[in-house]
């Protein structure tokens, strides 16, 4: 049973550009949430998905949007990309109907803003 | 309000015990996780407890929570080199019934020979 996985692994972006992040949630689960997480800090939550729609948000700003599809897939994309983006961002997938809702995590996409 | 701190640093002996603390402030939190993160990777989920449970045990982990003073904690018993890593604290923040993760800042475990 492979778990949640992300891609790419690593990514390098100039100031100004755009980028798309992409994550498929571990089997059985059908909410995926996204954080984001700067050196030395603990992770920020920035949204998260269900039934393909946002159903809730962190306090990010607008040019961080995303998508579910319906296999639960999931991409996280960030427009006008700044200095202060570049952050591990961590894709986390849980099960909906589960009380303890336990968000398992991928190992995360290296962005590098220049 | 939310907000979780943790500890920025501990050092232990390899074999002794470990005890990491955490406080939170949303006094709705239903569950309380820790997770792990080694170098380069993402968190691993060690435990979670939930908030009517005063302690929880699995193998060499110990949680304890006292919810009077928001106050959670994790012990790790027989600490080895393997378990150095950071170990973060979240609490479950439930709003219109999506949860949503809050962390602290993490606690970085040195354990050393």
């Known amino acids: 049973d492979a778990g949640v996985t992300q891609s790419p692994t690593h990514l390098i972006k100039t100031r100004g550009q755009q980028v798309t992040l992409r994550c498929s949630p571990k089997?059985?689960?059908?909410?995926v949430s996204w954080y984001q997480q700067a050196l030395g800090q603990g992770p920020q939550f920035i949204f998260q998905y269900y039934e393909e729609e946002e159903r809730q948000r962190g306090n990010f700003p607008d040019r961080f949007s995303g998508h579910q599809f319906p296999n639960y897939s999931s991409e996280l994309n960030v427009n006008a990309l700044l200095l202060g983006d570049s952050a591990l961002y961590l894709c986390?997938?849980?099960?909906?109907?589960?009380?303890?809702?336990?968000?398992?995590f991928g190992p995360g996409t290296r962005l590098t803003v220049l | 309000g939310e907000d979780v701190e943790q500890s920025l640093f501990l050092s232990v002996r390899e074999g002794d015990s470990s005890v990491i603390n955490c406080t939170y402030t949303?006094?709705?939190?239903?569950?309380l996780y820790w997770y792990k993160q080694e170098p380069g990777a993402g968190l691993q989920l060690l435990t979670y407890?939930?908030?009517?449970?005063d302690m929880k045990q699995d193998q060499r982990l110990t949680v304890l929570l006292n919810k009077k003073d928001k106050h959670l904690s994790l012990r790790i018993a027989d600490t080895q080199t393997g378990d150095s890593a950071i170990y973060f604290c979240a609490e479950t923040s439930l709003s219109g019934g999506y949860n949503k993760l809050i962390f602290g800042a993490g606690t970085r475990l040195a354990v050393h020979p």
């Open positions: 089997s059985g689960h059908d909410t």
């Open positions: 986390a997938s849980s099960p909906r109907r589960r009380a303890s809702n336990e968000q398992f």
């Open positions: 407890i939930f908030s009517n449970m």
């Open positions: 949303d006094s709705s939190s239903t569950y």
